[in-house]
């Protein structure tokens, strides 16, 4: 692993626990709206299933290129209503608030130390769907030490599309292979891969809870694998 | 001054000293080329000069959105042919790295004491025409503890275009009356105010060199008038 001038990570998973953090939100707001019958953790599933078909929308062209934080919103009136509670009968700024359960997710407890030591001889960044604002929120309340906010939004493409790891790299002024994508999943590393990035796997066993059954293991020949993110800071010499 | 969330800079000359910085290195490269004859400062000056109708080619739509690094470097070829130096008789690696001259710019002796106070309180990041790469690189080697890398690459459109102040209030889902810009020059503040943004004058009498004439003082109704920017952490309540 010579010549890596940046690190790029992906975020909700490999760096946060968005379903712990998602599902702390949600409880409070069921405990208040729910009747106390719902469970957050499997509204937060569904809120996270509904990601991947939201953003095929802009990916296919179908719709232009919209931030996270819209898409969320929309998702979130979704499973509300899939779970029998109208959004229309909640505050809209109550609402808003919801959805900014995705600016305050915790991040995984080896995160910031192992970003901390990453930092001091690599450029460090999001490479993340999620847009600007959110990113930067839950980096200001985790102490997330990033040399920059990048990504989707920036890019102006949602992961996987190949625009969206080119012109990552492009903008921090890199060559692909000067750059190496950080993620707790395989497919995001194959696309990265295949735009001529370098990879490095890091497992979250526990991201979809104690049942998960994906990306348990690396399943492509990327360059790292690593147990967590201070072992990955080691492994390259930080 | 209430309601503000976000505080973003102008960067060359309001958070760094370009003139300096840029003709330490300019001296370096003359002492290998130049015989000795030609003066730095002058030349950067020369440098400085060609930034504004280098821009409008992309602010008019002559010319697609091209990040600053590519103007430098175009221009800097033209200050060498200016100079009695053809650029094509220098490697272009040197010529690329005198280029990135400008990301290695050394802050005002009060700007990251300052920026480290504003943090505490404020989401701060530079709202300037430099590209991404080079605000990042100019970050980690002086220290800026910005929170995100905004700016015309990522609004992709040139101040004193309203989209560079609009897009970028937008990208941190704020209103624009809840940023202020903080700069030394009053036409970018008129532009931002124009906005809708706040806005904050900090004199920097020395950027232009011992004979400034300009931006001496306030020229508009600025918000807040800070002697630097320690002062201005102090006068927001920091």
Redesign the interface.
């Known amino acids: 692993m010579t010549g890596i001038k940046a690190i790029v990570f992906d975020v909700f998973g490999t760096v946060v626990d968005w379903r712990e953090g998602v599902a702390r939100e949600l409880r409070a707001f069921f405990d208040r709206h729910g009747g106390g019958r719902l469970d957050p953790y499997r509204a937060a599933d569904a809120w996270r299933k509904r990601y991947q078909p939201a953003m095929e929308e802009c990916r296919s062209g179908r719709r232009p290129f919209t931030r996270l934080?819209v898409l969320h919103r929309e998702n979130l009136d979704a499973v509300l209503r899939d779970s029998g509670i109208e959004p229309s009968s909640v505050d809209a700024r109550e609402l808003d608030e919801l959805n900014r359960a995705w600016h305050r997710l915790d991040p995984w407890p080896d995160a910031v130390a192992g970003l901390l030591r990453l930092k001091e001889r690599f450029?460090i960044a999001p490479l993340s769907n999620g847009?600007?604002?959110l990113?930067?929120n839950m980096?200001?309340r985790a102490g997330l030490p990033?040399?920059?906010?990048?990504g989707a939004?920036?890019a102006n493409a949602y992961k996987p599309q190949p625009e969206a790891y080119l012109r990552t790299a492009d903008?921090?002024?890199?060559q692909p292979g000067e750059v190496c994508l950080v993620a707790a999943h395989n497919s995001d590393l194959a696309a990265a891969r295949a735009c001529g990035l370098r990879t490095a796997f890091v497992p979250r066993p526990r991201e979809h809870g104690p049942a998960q059954a994906s990306d348990l293991r690396p399943e492509g020949p990327w360059d790292v694998v690593a147990a967590d993110f201070v072992d990955l800071a080691s492994r390259l010499g930080c």
């Open positions: 934080d450029i847009n600007v604002s990113l930067l980096a200001r990033w040399d920059a906010i990048l939004e920036v903008i921090l002024g890199l």
